[in-house]
């Protein structure tokens, strides 16, 4: 069966630190996608990155970086010099290639990112 | 351009009382989904609209839950007879067609209270 696990529940770091979070998936397609969403204390989920499995080539955006290692069934969330805007919620996701046209999003628990200034 | 629109933005009602919400997806969207989020079960996925086809209901946790989309835009979902195990934040979500229908983006949610 599909499982996400973000097995890190709160996270705290002081400004401008490395952190890193972790996501483990579980899926028995070949084909699947794997998402990051931030979700801040106004509630609002916003949209990262999405990879397809059939792509592991590592990305980074500023300073944001994602690894995905399908060896390790991992897509772990890097942020580099952390500032307090990104203190959130974040929340890794799973979704399988649909019978039908239906991306339903598996979700980990998400780690809770408190930055300390 | 718009995002997600849903309302209201919270709601209190009375355990047994009917409660409607509602999501304005983005323009052009043609795929709408519904979620819950709850403290004691995270997130997890209610119902699925794609255009005119039957929606994909796997994920409503009883028949009290119900969803109808009209005209393939705006969605409402309903709950009867209200428990105080619904009580949970509401998430609609939107996505284009095409190449990146898998990228879905959320609205504001409707936080559900049930005394």
């Known amino acids: 069966a599909q499982k996400v696990t973000q097995a890190q529940t709160e996270i705290s770091v002081v400004e401008k630190e490395d952190v890193t979070l972790d996501c483990v998936y579980e899926t028995r397609d070949t084909t699947y996608y794997l998402f990051w969403y931030k979700q801040p204390p106004s509630g609002e989920l916003v949209f990262l990155i999405r990879?397809?499995?059939?792509d592991e080539q590592n990305e980074i955006s500023g300073r944001y970086s994602w690894n995905f290692q399908k060896s390790t069934s991992s897509f772990n969330f890097t942020i580099t010099a952390s500032q307090v805007v990104d203190s959130a919620v974040y929340f890794c996701a799973l979704s399988e290639a649909p019978e039908g046209s239906n991306y339903q999003l598996i979700w980990g628990a998400g780690t809770k990112l408190i930055i300390k200034p | 351009g718009a995002g997600v629109s849903q309302s209201p933005s919270n709601k209190v009602t009375e355990k047994g009382k009917d409660v409607e919400l509602r999501c304005d997806p983005i323009s052009g969207h043609t795929a709408l989904y519904w979620y819950r989020q709850s403290l004691g079960q995270g997130l997890e996925f209610l119902i699925y609209f794609q255009g005119n086809s039957a929606p994909d209901k796997s994920g409503l946790p009883s028949d009290r839950f119900s969803a109808e989309r009209t005209g393939g835009s705006v969605s409402t979902l309903t709950i009867q007879r209200t428990q105080q195990e619904d009580s949970a934040v509401y998430l609609c979500?939107?996505?284009?067609?095409?190449?990146?229908?898998?990228?879905?983006?959320f609205g504001p949610g409707t936080r559900l209270t049930v005394t």
């Open positions: 990879r397809n499995s059939f």
């Open positions: 979500a939107s996505s284009a067609p095409g190449q990146r229908s898998y990228e879905q983006y």
